[in-house]
């Protein structure tokens, strides 16, 4: 199975700030990357896939990158409303695997 | 906009038996794979089960196969996940997810999930 390590598992930022999230791919998965946004109680959404595609409607602050085994996911003026869990997941081979995520707080 | 409603969850003791459904409406059902995705109280996201278009190719999680079977309607525009052998580890909110026209394994929209929660 493709172990997908996501990194931080949490962080701190301000309003405003930029916010880099890195998800790591146990081996080689093209660019068959995916990322969600996951608030409380409530259903995931797609933001990103194939690594830097932006899914229709979703924010131009959000970005994508990587190839391979190393991905990330970038908001570059964080907003109240961003504050959420962020999951990467590979669709390359099954099993389908999502990383652990990245919970994006308040500072 | 792409509906998808979940139904079907609840109290269930271990060994027990559950079907969940979802709806589907506002795109064409039968030209699309379909997946169940599930997460544990306070855990992350983990996928269960994935159907393509037509129901002939199927695709399950090692931790759900032989106790788990996905199915679906394309006449009803309903997905479908039986669930047989329950444990506890199964508790979950379960999620139905769309596929992309390219990829089964690329979910655009989501279900608000049902809870399904295994316990004596």
């Known amino acids: 199975d493709i172990q997908m390590t996501q990194s931080p598992s949490s962080l701190s930022a301000s309003v405003g700030d930029r916010v880099t999230i890195t998800c790591r791919a146990s081996?080689?998965?093209?660019?068959?990357i995916a990322w969600f946004q996951q608030k409380p109680g409530k259903a995931p959404k797609s933001l990103i896939y194939?690594?830097?595609s932006l899914q229709s409607g979703v924010p131009s602050k959000f970005s994508g990158s990587g190839s391979g085994t190393d991905f990330t996911l970038t908001i570059s003026s964080l907003q109240p409303e961003d504050f959420a869990t962020y999951y990467c997941q590979q669709y390359n081979t099954y099993p389908l695997t999502f990383g652990g995520g990245t919970k994006v707080e308040i500072k | 906009e792409v509906q998808l409603l979940e139904s079907g969850g609840g109290l269930v003791q271990p060994g027990g038996s559950l079907r969940l459904s979802c709806a589907a409406s506002?795109?064409?059902?039968?030209?699309?794979?379909m997946s169940w995705v599930r997460q544990a109280p306070g855990k992350g996201l983990e996928w269960v089960s994935t159907?393509?278009?037509?129901?002939?190719?199927?695709y399950y999680a090692d931790s759900v196969k032989g106790r788990f079977t996905i199915s679906r309607d394309n006449s009803g525009n309903t997905l479908y996940l039986h669930m047989n052998s329950l444990r506890a580890e199964d508790t979950a909110v379960y999620y139905c997810?769309?596929?992309?026209?390219?990829?089964?394994?690329?979910?655009?929209?989501w279900g608000q999930g049902t809870l399904v929660t295994v316990s004596s």
């Open positions: 506002e795109f064409t059902f039968s030209s699309f794979a």
């Open positions: 081996q080689a998965i093209t660019n068959y």
């Open positions: 997810a769309k596929g992309s026209l390219s990829y089964y394994g690329l979910f655009d929209y």
């Open positions: 194939a690594a830097s």
């Open positions: 159907i393509g278009s037509s129901g002939v190719n199927t």
